[in-house]
Nanobody, 122 residues
Framework: QVQLVESGGGLVKPGGSLRLSCAAS????????MAWFRQAPGKERDFVAA????????YYADSVKGRFTISRDNAKATIYLQMNNLKREDTGVYFC???????????????WGQGTQVTVSS
C-alpha cells in the first residue's frame, strides 16, 4: 500500500516562500509519476505541477509557472514543491499524488496524501 505524507505548509505573507515535501513509501514500484494538486475552499482540486522519477521534464499549471519548482530526490523517494513569490490566490490545501503516468487530471493519480495547508495572508 503506497503512502504519501506531505509536510511544510504554513502561514506566509504575500511575496514569501515555502517549500513543501512529500515522502512516498510502501511500494512505489510502477508509480512513475508524482504530482501536486491544490484545493481552495469551495473549489475543485486543481493541478499544480508534475514530475516523473525517470527524469522527464516537469510541467506546471500556467498560474504557477516561473514561481513554483517541483523537484525529486529518488534516493529519499521524496518530491518537493518550492513556492516563491506566493500570492493570496495560492492559498489552499496542497495534496501530493502518485500514478503510473504523468498527467494534469485527478483521475490519472490513484494514491493521495492527506494534504498540507498553505495560507498566504498579510
Amino acid at each position: 500500500q503506497v503512502q504519501l505524507v506531505e509536510s511544510g505548509g504554513g502561514l506566509v505573507k504575500p511575496g514569501g516562500s515555502l517549500r513543501l515535501s512529500c515522502a512516498a513509501s510502501g511500494g512505489t514500484s510502477g508509480r512513475y509519476a508524482m504530482a501536486w494538486f491544490r484545493q481552495a475552499p469551495g473549489k475543485e482540486r486543481d493541478f499544480v505541477a508534475a514530475i516523473t522519477w525517470g527524469g522527464l521534464s516537469p510541467y506546471y499549471a500556467d498560474s504557477v509557472k516561473g514561481r513554483f519548482t517541483i523537484s525529486r530526490d529518488n534516493a529519499k523517494a521524496t518530491i518537493y514543491l518550492q513556492m516563491n513569490n506566493l500570492k493570496r490566490e495560492d492559498t489552499g490545501v496542497y495534496f501530493c499524488a502518485t500514478g503510473a503516468s504523468p498527467g494534469r487530471y485527478r483521475h490519472e493519480y490513484d494514491y493521495w496524501g492527506q494534504g498540507t495547508q498553505v495560507t498566504v495572508s498579510s
